[in-house]
């Protein structure tokens, strides 16, 4: 009988054990070439999600990401990544995984399976409908992502979904569906490949062009990243030398005494605004 999910389908490749180290890279990059247009072919629902995001977070709403498994680690780790990234709070967009935070690291037995838990794990949140859940699961079929963006719809929040399946039942659950499929996987069934570098993507876009509309970039560069080692501190010198025109030195001393790159943009931009205007 023919199995009617993708991302559960035989690989194109057989006898993976005897291919050499050299073809056995050849043909999983030759796999992992085909997956950017396939997300390509997704910015147009993309982009209607992503402006509904910015929308209600603009109404002091949050996102939501809810996973289990891979897709579960892939949304912690985008949600983790924007603070730091963008000077956001970590409470503006928020991973959530089954089995809870251990689950990073080890898997959780059963976790996925629980239709219930995923909405306890968002009621800790108070989560309302100014918010916006995206469920993300490369089968589409995971429990307790299903049962969370139903609970969230049934409370009237905006649901959305990052699958890897056409047609999955979270996809018939949630308003704006991603749909991603990539065809069968190099080791059969094993979505940590295609499927979660396609959710990857997806979620790279999600987040950078939000954090972007809503004003946390300026011209290309990330003037509100929080300071946190000397690396990001030299960049953040480099942007206001870059940006004001003026001496390494004079920029080191003004990020070391305001603590962010936009501040000091700021500064000098209202500066400048009123020396033009007498």
Same mark, same amino acid.
């Given at each position: 009988?023919?199995?009617?999910?993708?991302?559960?389908?035989?690989?194109?490749?057989?006898?993976?054990?005897?291919?050499?180290?050299?073809?056995?890279?050849?043909?999983?990059?030759?796999?992992? $070439?085909?997956?950017?247009?396939?997300?390509?072919?997704?910015?147009?629902?993309?982009?209607?999600?992503?402006?509904?995001?910015?929308?209600?977070?603009?109404?002091?709403? $949050?996102?939501?990401?809810?996973?289990?498994?891979?897709?579960? $680690?892939?949304?912690?780790?985008? =949600?983790?990544?924007?603070?730091?990234?963008?000077?956001? *709070?970590?409470?503006?967009?928020?991973?959530?995984? =089954?089995?809870?935070?251990?689950?990073? +690291?080890?898997?959780?037995?059963?976790?996925?399976?629980?239709?219930?838990?995923?909405?306890?794990?968002? #009621?800790?949140?108070?989560?309302?409908?100014?918010?916006?859940?995206?469920?993300?699961?490369?089968?589409?079929?995971?429990?307790?992502? !299903?049962?969370?963006? +139903?609970?969230? +719809?049934?409370?009237?929040?905006?649901? =959305?979904?990052?699958?890897?399946?056409?047609?999955?039942?979270?996809?018939?659950?949630?308003?704006?569906?991603?749909?991603?499929?990539?065809?069968?996987?190099?080791? *059969?069934?094993?979505? $940590?490949?295609?499927?979660?570098?396609?959710?990857?993507? =997806?979620?790279?876009?999600?987040?950078?062009?939000?954090? !972007?509309?809503?004003?946390?970039?300026?011209?290309?560069?990330?003037?509100? #990243?929080?300071?946190?080692?000397?690396?990001?501190?030299? +960049?953040?010198?480099?942007?206001?030398?870059?940006?004001?025109?003026?001496?390494?030195?004079?920029?080191?001393?003004?990020?070391?005494?305001?603590?962010?790159?936009?501040?000091?943009?700021?500064?000098?931009?209202?500066?400048? *605004?009123?020396?033009?205007?007498?």
């Amino acid at each position: 009988m023919e199995n009617k999910s993708t991302t559960e389908q035989a690989s194109h490749y057989n006898d993976l054990e005897k291919m050499s180290t050299q073809d056995l890279l050849k043909n999983i990059n030759k796999e992992d $070439r085909t997956v950017a247009n396939i997300v390509g072919e997704s910015i147009p629902k993309l982009e209607i999600l992503i402006d509904v995001i910015v929308s209600k977070m603009k109404n002091n709403g $949050r996102l939501f990401y809810i996973g289990a498994g891979t897709s579960g $680690r892939l949304g912690v780790l985008d =949600a983790s990544e924007c603070p730091p990234t963008f000077g956001v *709070t970590d409470d503006w967009i928020i991973g959530l995984i =089954a089995g809870g935070d251990s689950a990073l +690291r080890k898997a959780v037995e059963n976790a996925e399976d629980n239709l219930y838990q995923a909405w306890l794990d968002l #009621m800790e949140y108070d989560i309302n409908k100014n918010d916006v859940v995206i469920g993300i699961a490369a089968s589409g079929g995971t429990p307790y992502v !299903i049962g969370g963006v +139903r609970k969230a +719809r049934e409370n009237n929040i905006t649901t =959305a979904c990052i699958v890897c399946n056409n047609k999955s039942p979270l996809s018939l659950e949630v308003e704006y569906p991603i749909e991603l499929v990539v065809g069968p996987e190099f080791v *059969t069934g094993s979505t $940590r490949m295609k499927a979660g570098t396609a959710q990857k993507l =997806a979620l790279n876009m999600i987040s950078t062009t939000v954090m !972007i509309k809503l004003g946390k970039v300026k011209g290309n560069k990330m003037v509100n #990243m929080q300071l946190s080692n000397k690396k990001l501190v030299n +960049r953040g010198v480099k942007m206001i030398v870059d940006e004001l025109k003026i001496e390494e030195e004079l920029a080191n001393k003004l990020l070391s005494e305001h603590k962010s790159v936009k501040k000091i943009l700021d500064i000098y931009k209202a500066k400048s *605004t009123n020396e033009n205007s007498n």
